[in-house]
T-cell receptor, first 114, second 114 residues
Framework: GENVEQHPSTLSVQEGDSAVIKCTYS??????FPWYKQELGKGPQLIID?????GEKKDQRIAVTLNKTAKHFSLHITETQPEDSAVYFC?????????????FGGGTRVLVKP | KAGVTQTPRYLIKTRGQQVTLSCSPI?????VSWYQQTPGQGLQFLFE???????NKGNFPGRFSGRQFSNSRSEMNVSTLELGDSALYLC?????????????FGEGSRLTVL
């Protein structure tokens, strides 16, 4: 089955700096790569996703890049703010008519210091 | 639009007991997935239900079961509880249609097994 590795497990950045989280996946059939943000006491919330037919996607201060050949994808957060402090999870799945199940990475705890 | 609702939010059980958790998806969503979140294993997929049928299953023992009702509400049951079952159980709903990967998570049911 799919295996997703995520690094680093913790990341501390100064407010205004950039944060980068990297993930690798094992199943070349995976075609959907979402990123979720989980704040304390809440469930994960989708912040951005990318599909295998796209190499990069941006949404304001966040961007995701995908390298299908190397089977890795990354999350980039620019101009970090204290509200970006949370746990971030990458995931991979194969979205098909028969439903999808996400395989998550181990998570990255991001702390943005003011 | 109401989000995903999980009940109960917190519960304490003892080893050997069984527990039932409930999930009400977003109105109109037909797919409900369940995930187990623990500090050691991260987020792990349990199963997915779509239109009252189990569509995908993770690698959990048969003590973990679920079902979905005609109104898309779902329940999961864990029998013969073990200490290692202590976790946050997250429910996520989606439209269930192909090429629509986003999952909307509830805030979870935190189970403590003593």
């Amino acid at each position: 089955g799919e295996n997703v590795e995520q690094h680093p497990s913790t990341l501390s950045v100064q407010e205004g700096d950039s944060a980068v989280i990297k993930c690798t996946y094992s199943d070349s059939a995976s075609n959907y790569f979402p990123w979720y943000k989980q704040e304390l006491g809440k469930g994960p919330q989708l912040i951005i996703d990318i599909r295998s037919n796209v190499g990069e996607k941006k949404d304001q201060r966040i961007a995701v890049t995908l390298n299908k050949t190397a089977k890795h994808f990354s999350l980039h957060i620019t101009e970090t703010q204290p509200e970006d402090s949370a746990v971030y999870f990458c995931a991979a799945s194969m979205v098909v008519a028969a439903g999808n199940k996400l395989t998550f990475g181990g998570g990255t705890r991001v702390l943005v210091k003011p | 639009k109401a989000g995903v609702t999980q009940t109960p939010r917190y519960l304490i059980k003892t080893r050997g007991q069984q527990v039932t958790l409930s999930c009400s998806p977003i109105s109109g969503h037909r797919s409900v997935s369940w995930y187990q979140q623990t500090p050691g294993q991260g987020l792990q997929f349990l199963f997915e239900y779509f239109s009252e049928t189990q569509r995908n299953k993770g690698n959990f023992p048969g003590r973990f079961s679920g079902r979905q009702f005609s109104n898309s509400r779902s329940e999961m049951n864990v029998s013969t509880l073990e200490l290692g079952d202590s976790a946050l159980y997250l429910c996520a709903s989606s439209s269930g249609l192909s090429n629509t990967g986003e999952l909307f998570f509830g805030e979870g049911s935190r189970l403590t097994v003593l």
